[in-house]
């Protein structure tokens, strides 16, 4: 964990660029969540990257005082993967949205996850494409009515983000709701104090473009994960992350286990590749020399 030199507030960590969401949207409250645990943790800002994609959410690194890295259309984790490979000591936060991230970028998803990579990895889950006027997403609702759906999506399934992380052994799978600013905040710490792969859902609701899944319906439907929970039971981390009560959405930690890091790996071949005395750059390269 990398610490600031001196004492910072959540407030330290705003930068100084015009926040653009819509009135009202859910993003306010990650931004926020995310700078209070920023300041629990006293995360440097020179030694502290944000990453993200394209979209509504992937604008956040602009709002915040640390480095950012706003990257391609599905993109936030390579880009994110590799910078935390190249400096190991930097602490790496990706964001991105379910297009983004479950869209184009759904292909990245499995290699970082099961690679175990040290990164955290924030997702505001809006069920819509609200950067592009409200289309249909990956986590949309079967049969929703959008811009490009009149008639209802035809798709017979939503991508579910818990069950996707989990499936591929996600080492820290979480969910939170942008309604509940105090849980998201503890949850988002969490996340980036884990060493491994960390995955935050945040039902973030799209007041402007998504009619159905609103605030209000949301908030009337979550309700945090038994008291009994074990978050090292990755067969009932799945169970509730795919079959919560009806009508019912959990919040709170579904899986949290400890595995060797990418970085750790990585290092431990470094260490086998070292001890061959053997290794010699000129000698190999001559081997296919004609």
């Known amino acids: 964990m990398t610490t600031a030199t001196e004492p910072l507030k959540a407030k330290d960590y705003k ?26 943790l006293q995360l440097s800002l020179e030694t502290t990257v944000a990453v993200s994609g394209i979209g509504c959410s992937s604008r956040l690194p602009y709002f915040l005082k640390t480095f950012g890295f706003h990257s391609l259309h599905g993109r936030v984790l390579p880009v994110a993967t590799g910078i935390k490979v190249a400096n190991p000591e930097l602490e790496v936060i990706a964001f991105g949205g379910d297009g983004d991230g479950f869209s184009i970028g759904g292909g990245h998803v499995p290699h970082v996850v099961r690679k175990n990579t040290d990164i955290t990895y924030i997702l505001m889950d809006n069920h819509i494409y609200g950067l592009t006027k409200g289309q249909v997403s990956p986590t949309s609702n079967s049969g929703m009515v959008t811009v490009t759906t009149p008639y209802g999506s035809p798709d017979t399934g939503s991508v579910n983000p818990l069950s996707y ?10 969910q939170a709701f942008s309604g509940n600013p105090k849980q998201m905040a503890d949850i988002i710490q969490q996340a980036i104090e884990h060493k491994g792969f960390s995955f935050v859902n945040i039902i973030s609701p799209c007041l402007t473009f998504n009619k159905v899944d609103t605030f209000d319906f949301y908030k009337d439907s979550m309700t945090e994960l038994p008291d009994d929970h074990d978050s090292t039971n990755l067969v009932q981390a799945l169970d509730r992350a795919i079959n919560p009560p009806p009508g019912r959405f959990y919040t709170g930690i579904f899986h949290k286990v400890q595995k060797p890091t990418l970085i750790e790996n990585l290092r431990n071949i470094n260490k086998k590749a070292g001890a061959n005395k053997n290794l010699d750059l000129n000698t190999i390269m001559d081997n296919y020399k004609p």
């Open 15 to 40: 930068s100084d660029t015009r926040v653009v969401w819509c009135p009202g949207c859910g993003d306010y409250g990650v931004l926020s969540a995310v700078q209070k645990a920023y300041a629990a």
């Open 165 to 174: 992380v989990l499936t591929y052994g996600g080492t820290f799978v979480a």
